[in-house]
């Protein structure tokens, strides 16, 4: 895929949803969803600056698209996603739904949204889903959507902790809290690996 590739501006509907890149805007509700779904997320937000730092970086990431995902009926914020390594052959999706909105099939419905509007945008690519080996409901939107599961392999939060573990206590001091130092551990896990069709 070519490298020069311009990042686009994704915007689109699906039956109930309007999907779309972040702006400005979605800083609130993006960040809420985010530190609440993920416990590394949610002991990092300890840190002064932390929520400041990932909405900069996300909104202004080179080879990722960050994406907010409202109600049609209502524009009520229900989701995010993400389009990770668009200049790639290998695009990979993720996906966070608000807590009061999951088992309502938005999840699917946002995969299924994005299949379509990332092949339109990158036809030669392949999209995969990397999924927590024990996340039963992450796995069943990527079967659901016709995912194919390909493989697994260590999380990347597993790599890095194996990676650095000698020094990243010194390096970090009284910033690994017992808090983030729970939520890596538990990022460790096996990821299943999905290519989406």
Not at 10 to 37: C, K, Q, S
Not at 134 to 160: F, P
Request: proline residues 3%; glycine residues 8%.
């Amino acid at each position: 895929m070519n490298a020069e590739i311009k990042k686009p501006y994704i915007d689109f509907e699906t039956e109930r949803l309007h999907i779309r890149t972040v702006v400005p805007e979605d800083r609130d509700d993006y960040m809420a969803l985010r530190i609440g779904n993920s416990p590394i997320s949610a002991a990092y937000a300890t840190m002064q600056g932390f929520s400041d730092c990932e909405w900069d970086e996300e909104l202004h990431a080179e080879d990722d698209i960050y994406l907010s995902e409202f109600q049609k009926q209502d524009g009520v914020f229900v989701a995010s996603a993400s389009v990770q390594h668009f200049r790639s052959c290998r695009i990979e999706f993720g996906y966070d739904v608000v807590d009061g909105y999951r088992n309502r099939g938005i999840a699917p419905e946002i995969v299924k949204g994005l299949l379509v509007e990332v092949h339109c945008l990158f036809p030669e690519t392949v999209v995969i889903i990397r999924v927590g080996k024990d996340n039963m409901s992450s796995r069943h939107v990527a079967e659901k959507c016709g995912g194919k599961l390909v493989g697994n392999e260590d999380s990347i939060v597993g790599r890095l902790i194996e990676r650095y573990a000698d020094s990243a206590q010194s390096r970090a001091g009284y910033l690994m809290s017992d808090d983030l130092i729970a939520a890596l551990e538990r990022g460790k896990d096996f990821v299943c690996i999905y290519e989406m069709p």
